[in-house]
Every structure is written in C-alpha cells, then in structure tokens.
C-alpha cells in the first residue's frame, strides 16, 4: 500500500484534530525532525507542539531519538513518522468502517423504515408504531421508505472498501515476496560457510 499524504493525515487527523494539519505536514516532510524546528515551522508554542506528539507517541505512529544539546546541557528530541504503523492503522480503520457499513446494510435489508413525506424523521417498525406512523415532529402520516437506493449505496461503498483492502494484502504479498528473493540474492552472494553434509 502506498502511504499518501491524505492516508497519514486521514490517521492523524482524527488524533490530533484540524488544529494537527500543520504538523502532520512538516513530519511528513522530513524525517528526524527537532520539536524545536517543528514548533518553529508551524508557529506553536513548544508545550502545544509536545503534547501533540506524544499524542502521536501513544499511538505508535511517531518515534523519536534524542540528542544532548552540548552548550545547554538539555536533551533534544528528533521526531519521525513511523510508515507501517500508520499503514496498519489505516488498514483497520478501513476494515472497521467495512464492518459498520455491513452491518447497516443488514439492518436495512431486515428492518422497515419508515419517512415523514415531510422529510422530518425516518423511524423503523417499533418506532413507527409508537408514534402509531404519524411523525412526532408534524403530524403526517408516515410512509414506507423505499430502502432500495440506501442499500445499493451502502453496498457500493462496502465493495469499494473491499477492493481497497484487497488490493493492500495483494501489495502487501508482492512487497514481501521481492524482500524475500533479494534476500535469497543477498544470501547466495554470501561467502558459503562450511555446511555438513547429510
Ligand atoms: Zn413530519
């Protein structure tokens, strides 16, 4: 899988909030980066800048490494993304989101629903029948809704989460099968040590 920068901050995003973006940016960019220089570049008070990275440290998508500053006497940190956890991370967000989805469309394809011609409210059967099908909000008799066009969406979407993960195993497989044969190469290359033969 490729790991764009709409993926990474798809991920981070949702840990950091829109108040993130900046951030995500500038270490997405650069590798070892000093929270100094991130702080810095996206003009946030350093305390702001730490607490959002261990925000990140938490959830395994940033590492760090850290150097002694020699004239101040401090320690540094230098901050990287960390790709394959971020890759992982997406990967079950998908996955989860395919499960909610599937579960929806069970929903739907078992329950009745019920719409206000007013568009007020959709209640499903019980619902409906409290209200004995008049809508709460103005009165209407309530009518069955044609589910039929929210199930076709429902499915479009979870075949389309489908093939995006699909097609992430596929990648995922083929990366690590030419990992492997360079490794085969690397071994081969290898001076032989003495083996015993059987
Ligand atoms: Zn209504």
């Excluded at 008070?45 to 607490?51: A, G, S």
């Amino acid at each position: 899988m490729r790991l764009t920068q709409k993926k990474i901050e798809e991920i981070m995003l949702k840990i950091l909030g829109e108040e993130g973006l900046p951030l995500i940016k500038e270490l997405a960019a650069k590798d070892n980066i000093s929270e100094f220089e991130l702080a810095n570049k996206v003009k946030k008070d350093i305390k702001v800048i730490r607490k959002m990275l261990y925000l990140l440290y938490n959830h395994n998508l940033v590492s760090f490494t850290r150097k002694k500053d020699k004239i101040k006497g401090w320690y540094i940190y230098y901050w990287t993304l960390l790709p394959d956890s971020i890759k992982y991370s997406y990967f079950k967000m998908r996955r989860e989101q395919a499960e909610r989805l599937k579960e929806q469309l069970s929903e739907e394809k078992k329950e009745l629903f019920f719409v206000c011609p007013n568009n007020c409210i959709r209640l499903n059967f019980d619902q409906g029948m409290d209200f004995e099908f008049h809508c709460p909000e103005c009165g209407e008799l309530i009518s069955l809704d044609r589910s039929e066009e929210k199930i076709a969406a429902l499915y479009r979407q979870v075949k389309e989460i489908e093939r995006e993960l699909a097609q992430q195993k596929q990648e995922h497989k083929e990366e690590n099968k030419t990992q492997k044969k360079k490794q085969a190469k690397k071994n081969k290359n290898k001076p032989l040590k003495k083996k015993t033969k059987r």
